[in-house]
């Protein structure tokens, strides 16, 4: 792969990621359709830590005041009814399908990430997710705070992110898809599903170097194109998260529903050889 190809790499991780069209149902699309070599461990890696960025830059100062509200409501039990708490608490515990899932099953799905098909069926299956979060789900008379949520709902949002586990299923579009189910503003299931993703990509970043530390696998790496990829993942990450929570202050998912559509049918017919 040449040095624009890792840009292009970057770029389609860092937009992805964030906007509900599936990071890993484009990368796979990229991977298989138009003939990309594997990029490597190193650049993966450097990919995710590049969007992990991208949230700190945006949601870092929220991570660690809702971090030190946690720790502070576990050492002085009055402090438990902070609103930073309440957020930590259905943090955590939406955390949970998605590292059970993760612990289950990841290995056994990781040939499905070999399949454009299956990629292009689950870009058919977020759209239909965004579409119905558009168009179906009204905003209730009160709108509830991610600190107001509960158990239940954060239980709820969690099983979406861990659906997610499949190639072409957005993350962020369940996530989000979710949490206006929960009857969330647009902008606090925003900002819900992104403070939810650091810890699944601080887990993705650190299994993958514990599973490849000790051989060596990261050593000798392409040290440039792993920087341009970070780079790249982390600026348009930043561009993408602040492009959707200003979309869904003024309007919904619909559109992102259209694009994944289009682009799973297109997907599905190419790869079928139709």
């Avoid at 990261?218 to 970070?230: F, K, T, Y």
Wanted: glycine share 14%.
């Amino acid at each position: 792969m040449n040095l624009g190809a890792f840009v292009l790499l970057g770029l389609v991780q860092g937009v992805t990621e964030f906007l509900p069209v599936s990071s890993s149902g484009h990368l796979v699309i990229f991977r298989q359709l138009l003939g990309m070599d594997s990029p490597g461990l190193a650049v993966a890696l450097a990919a995710h830590a590049g969007t992990l960025g991208a949230v700190l830059a945006e949601y870092g100062r929220d991570a660690v005041a809702v971090a030190g509200a946690f720790l502070a409501g576990l050492a002085a039990a009055p402090r438990r009814g902070d609103p930073g708490f309440r957020v930590a608490v259905a943090l955590l515990i939406a955390s949970v399908p998605a590292a059970v899932a993760g612990f289950l099953v990841e290995r056994r799905v990781e040939a499905l990430f070999e399949d454009a098909a299956l990629a292009g069926a689950g870009l058919l299956v977020t759209g239909a997710v965004l579409y119905l979060a558009g168009t179906r789900i009204r905003p209730p008379a009160a709108m509830t705070r991610v600190d107001g949520m509960g158990a239940g709902k954060a239980l709820f949002v969690g099983l979406a992110q861990a659906l997610a586990i499949a190639p072409g299923v957005s993350r962020s579009g369940l996530t989000i898809a979710a949490g206006l189910a929960c009857g969330l503003r647009g902008d606090e299931a925003a900002r819900f599903s992104f403070l939810l993703s650091i810890p699944v990509t601080i887990g993705a970043v650190a299994v993958g170097v514990m599973d490849t530390w000790n051989g060596g696998a990261l050593s000798g790496g392409p040290v440039l194109p792993a920087l341009v990829v970070a780079l790249v993942s982390l600026v348009s990450g930043v561009t993408a998260i602040r492009y959707l929570v200003a979309r869904l202050r003024r309007g919904g998912l619909t559109p992102f529903a259209y694009y994944c559509w289009a682009l799973g049918a297109v997907v599905l017919l190419v790869a079928r050889g139709l």
